[in-house]
């Protein structure tokens, strides 16, 4: 009878192979892998933990992220108003602190001669680019390359700078810009070979190719100090209304031109004749202008608006043919067709509307020569008190009748029989295109806009309203110290609630019962957690020194308390701020300032290659390690299994035939005794 290999035998037995062979499985599998289960499981607990770890570490990296410079050196503004009288104005303005763009901080930003399209830089030559305080960067050309090549090499290296091409009449330009603003990130390029003529050193005498074209600059803070402000006018954008136009009116004939400001004059061709078509082909157009259809419950109005206000942007509408009724010119004069001079007039008459008013003109031989002139055509216009004023200009052939409007309503003539050619129209001035006017400290201001940025260095001035004679508005610019209590206290809280986090991963209970080993957090014994919060703790003790002497955390009301958390003794952190603002601020948000140190210091730790990555890919590489390993062993133990089954089976096998054997033996003696 044979037997299956690695498969309990169905062959009669005394033996319960079955049985047998899974205690002894049972046996091997515990002395086997027991030791490499309970490795990997302690590789498991110890990822996860410095996958909290790290969670923590993030939490903290992202709030210290958010204490930016201006946290620590805030102002506030306030704004009062002197003056006597019921009837003062209120908010006509409000502040906006270190919003102008001269208080931004800045990257150095550089450029190379140029280079013609196409040229080549050798494989092999490098160039080293260094920032600030950082160890240079090495680049490699690893094959011959253009520009191009160049610059998506170095952008590449991570070499804290950015850079890009551009190009002009001298060639192609390589453009260097450094990450990071301010004076403590300069750039300085040494280079070789090729790439020779891209070395930037400010502080050599030696001539170089490259140029600043931005210097770097540190962020700075508004004057603070009280000035005087009153506003005589607020800014506008010129805004135009057409007369009104009868619903179904079509343009079939002409062509529009808009021009805003000293801005390209843009020619407007309606894809449809309708006045919505003129209007979507106007907002179509790159003129600079917004347009809109009002209705007056009878007729319609195009009403063109200039997207930016001030005196500089005042528009100008020409249209010929049926477009002739949007024109517009900015001194608001209709100015009509020319006549020959001298033309005299017999038949028909004017209708001159102005507005919604409607005037029917019939001119006479006023200045009794005989004929009706265009000298007549003005008197008769004149006379009639229709709210325009008529006058002749000459473009040196020509005669026009210039119609100028007392207010701001559209104007339309229109004439019949010979004073046909004097028809024309204009549309209605809805508000003039004018800058905004203020008075700071008896210094008269204007601005195009009513968001005044480059009057006071750091302060935007939102204008709303006009001030009155009776006004007498101060602002006032001041250190804001709450501002600064509110931070500190975010930085306070941000590491103690790390601090708490950790403590959690790495906290040892003693044991109670003699002889049993204490209780430990997955991360109890681990150094580099240590490591890491020694690094913490280290830079929180950063000082700095300035003109005024040296300054810590602990001497404005920070320090450690016993359980490694931070305390805020916001007196002492009051007194400081109010002694020394700048100084409170440096300290936290200058270059060299605990801030930017801490923000370093956990780029590093959290980078890819940094002290938590690198601990988990051990970790990682390790449970790799180990679960190879287990699957050996279970292969082996899968091979134990079969020669164990074989073996059983055999003596099952055996012991069953030694059975039959006895049974028969034991039979055969029987029956010799019974013949006996």
Request: charged share 15%; hydrophobic share 35%.
């Amino acid at each position: 009878m044979a037997t299956s290999t690695g498969s309990v035998s169905t062959a009669a037995g005394p033996l319960d192979v079955e049985t047998l062979v899974k205690q002894l499985m049972a046996a091997e599998s515990k002395s086997r892998l027991t030791n490499l289960k309970g490795k990997a499981s302690a590789f498991n607990t110890l990822i996860s933990a410095y996958g909290n770890f790290k969670g923590a570490l993030t939490t903290y990296q992202n709030a210290i992220k958010g204490l930016t410079s201006a946290s620590f050196s805030s102002q506030k503004s306030a704004i009062s108003n002197a003056g006597t009288g019921s009837n003062l104005t209120t908010d006509p303005f409000t502040a906006d602190i270190n919003t102008d763009e001269t208080t931004k901080k800045l990257a150095q930003k550089l450029k190379s001669g140029g280079f013609t399209a196409g040229q080549l830089f050798n494989a092999g030559d490098s160039i080293a680019i260094k920032v600030g305080t950082d160890q240079p960067t090495f680049v490699t050309l690893k094959a011959n390359s253009t520009l191009a090549g160049v610059r998506d090499a170095i952008n590449a290296s991570k070499a804290g700078v950015t850079a890009s091409i551009v190009t002009d009449g001298s060639g192609d330009h390589l453009v260097l810009e450094a990450n990071a603003g301010g004076t403590a990130n300069t750039i300085k390029i040494t280079a070789n070979g090729s790439l020779a003529g891209l070395s930037y050193d400010a502080s050599s005498n030696q001539p170089s190719a490259v140029t600043q074209i931005q210097a770097p600059r540190d962020a700075t803070k508004a004057a603070s100090g009280k000035y005087t402000v009153s506003v005589s006018q607020l800014a506008q954008a010129h805004k135009v209304s057409s007369a009104g136009i009868a619903p179904g009116t079509t343009f079939e004939k002409g062509v529009l031109a808009i021009k805003t400001g000293n801005g390209s004059t843009a020619i407007i061709k309606p894809r449809t004749n309708t006045l919505a078509g003129v209007r979507d082909a106007i907002n179509a157009s790159d003129a600079g202008v917004n347009a809109a259809i009002v209705s007056d419950g009878k007729n319609d109005h195009l009403v063109i608006t200039a997207k930016d206000s001030g005196a500089a942007n005042s528009l100008r509408i020409t249209g010929t043919d049926n477009f002739s009724v949007f024109s517009f010119d900015p001194s608001g004069k209709l100015t009509t067709p020319g006549v020959p001079t001298g033309q005299a007039f017999s038949a028909g008459n004017l209708t001159l509307q102005v507005g919604g008013k409607s005037v029917s003109i019939t001119p006479t031989d006023l200045d009794g020569s005989g004929a009706i002139g265009l000298n007549d055509v003005v008197a008769s216009i004149n006379g009639a008190n229709a709210g325009v004023t008529a006058s002749i200009s000459n473009d040196g052939t020509q005669d026009h009748l210039v119609l100028t409007p007392a207010g701001t309503d559209p104007v339309m003539i229109t004439g019949s029989g010979d004073y046909a050619p004097l028809s024309g129209s204009t549309m209605g001035q809805l508000s003039k295109a004018q800058d905004s006017s203020l008075s700071i400290d008896g210094v008269t201001v204007t601005s195009p806009s009513n968001k005044v940025s480059d009057a006071i260095s750091g302060v935007t001035l939102n204008l709303a309203k006009v001030t009155t004679a009776a006004d007498s508005f101060t602002l006032s610019i001041s250190n804001d110290t709450s501002g600064v209590s509110t931070a500190a206290n975010t930085f306070v809280s941000a590491y103690n609630a790390l601090v708490k986090a950790v403590n959690s991963l790495t906290r040892q209970t003693p044991s109670t019962t003699k002889g049993e080993a204490n209780t430990s957090s997955p991360l109890g014994a681990e150094s580099s957690v240590k490591t890491v919060m020694e690094q913490l703790r280290g830079t929180l003790l950063t000082s700095m020194s300035d003109a005024t002497g040296t300054m810590s955390l602990s001497q404005i009301g920070i320090s450690f308390q016993k359980d490694g958390t931070l305390a805020l003794n916001a007196d002492k952190l009051s007194k400081a701020t109010a002694q020394n603002f700048d100084g409170v601020s440096n300290l936290f948000s200058s270059s060299n300032g605990v801030i930017p140190k801490l923000q370093k210091l956990m780029d590093g730790i959290l980078g890819d290659s940094g002290i938590v990555a690198s601990k988990s890919k051990g970790l990682q590489d390790s449970l790799k390690v180990n679960t190879d390993q287990q699957a050996a062993v279970n292969a082996r133990l899968l091979t134990l299994k079969d020669s164990y089954t074989n073996q059983f089976n055999r003596l099952n096998l055996t012991l069953a035939t030694m059975q039959s054997r006895q049974t028969y033996l034991t039979q055969q003696l029987a029956k010799l005794n019974g013949n006996k």
